[in-house]
């Protein structure tokens, strides 16, 4: 057996048995409340979700199974003479728990690199949108054509009992994982380079050839590939894309459509486009001011411009963080090492200096800091990747790590259909009389 495959059965056996505990002997303690604005509010901060695969400190920011980004990015095993962590690794961390070994990293990249085949009429599917189709449309579209492939709608069909869910849902996870870098990149090449596609590289890592299939083969973008698989893979279950996919999979529904639909959450401007909104902000800026880097008062007078025309800045805020992301952070480091001279990233690092105090003096956001999404574009723009549109494609990547591996671990502890209670204006007003 795949040793992945083995090192999670191992972990399920142990983790029913807490749940169950929990369950029996706790199931009626209270662990918080929900106010009247939690209930207007986009349910901000109401504890009723459970995930073990990540953890978002609003200070401190996210723990992948415990790691921080350094933590991660120190000790999960890298490319020979590599820097930067595994995304394959990473995987093997969310699904078990556990840093893997370097053996057991590789055995993944080698186990990705063999269910990488896109079936045809995925292609097929994909190259039948218009071309200028939203790239994240193209994204949901393949993924929804990929579900042919679902063992674990196949197995429902045929019958399966509960405690074997997470089994196909595992191997779902599997494929989709080895499966959306060449979606990914077929998308990117169709629509941006003519339908010139490149085949796998069949010598490197999962992130690596991601790169090598989109066409960028700098050293750095590969290693700029691997951090960012890492970094955007998941924020613990509340965030739209992970509690979409945690909510349509509750249903039973597929992997695959599950993770569609996650997608298509990852796929709104607060959420993961806001990746493409920053930099189509900036680009906008720069046209207007006809400058390649403004100066701080010019750049001041524009945020004030966004606020006052009752827009967001899109980067800047978060829903559960106070301070910035170390996902942005992690990325600064890399920018002031590979590119620190780069124009681009002379800008988003003045919006950083600037941006928190106008929104602070704004007055409305609870965080005025910087989020993943404000620094992404401009590192991936110094490698020539500045079709903005298709950055969230590669977020969408990312993340369908960590969901993929809620969704498993929801199967395997047998997480049931998710249906919280709606209240009526009636009831809130009678309820507060
Ligand atoms: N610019 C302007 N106003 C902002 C703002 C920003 N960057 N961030 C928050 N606000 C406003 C909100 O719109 C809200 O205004 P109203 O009271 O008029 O509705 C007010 O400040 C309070 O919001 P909040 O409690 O601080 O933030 P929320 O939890 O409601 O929203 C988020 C969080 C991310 C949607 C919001 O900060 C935002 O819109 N940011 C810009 C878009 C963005 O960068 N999204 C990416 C987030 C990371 C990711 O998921 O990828």
Known sequence: MFSLKSALAEKIGPMRERVASLRKEHGDKVIGEVTVAQALGGMRSVKCMVSDISALDPLEGIRFRGLTIPECRERLPKVPNGTEPLPEALLWLLMTGDVPSQEQ???????????????????KAVDSLPVDT???????????AMQTESEF??????????????????????????????????????????GKHIGPDESLDWAGNFAHMMGVENANFKKLMRLYMVIHSDHEAGNVSAHTTHLVGSALTDPF??????????????????????????????????????????????????????????????????????RYMAQREFALEYLPEDPLFKLVSMLFNVAPRVLSEHGKTKNPWPNVDSHSGCLLVHFGVDQYDFYTVLFGVSRAMGVLCNLVWSRALGFP???????????LLEQVK
């Open 134 to 144: 939203h790239p994240m449309t193209m994204l949901t579209v393949g993924i929804g």
């Open 257 to 326: 459509l599950s993770l569609a639909a996650g997608i298509n959450g990852l796929a709104g401007p607060l959420h993961g486009l806001a990746n493409q909104e920053v930099l189509r902000w900036i680009q906008n800026l720069r046209e207007q001011m006809g400058v390649e880097v403004p100066t701080e008062e010019q750049l001041e007078k524009a945020l004030w411009d966004t606020l006052n025309a009752g827009q967001v800045i899109p980067g800047f805020g978060h829903a559960v963080l106070r301070k910035t992301d170390p």
């Open 153 to 194: 709608a196949k197995r429902y069909q045929q019958g399966m009992r509960k405690e074997e869910y997470w089994e196909p849902a595992f191997e779902d996870t599997m494929t989709i994982m080895a499966q959306l870098p060449v979606l990914a990149s077929h998308i990117y090449r169709h629509k941006y380079f003519d």
């Open 417 to 427: 259909l998710e249906r919280p209670k709606s209240v009526t204006t009636d009831w």
């Open 105 to 123: 990293a590789d055995e993944v990249t080698a186990e990705l690199r063999k269910r990488s085949e896109l079936p045809d009429h995925v292609r």
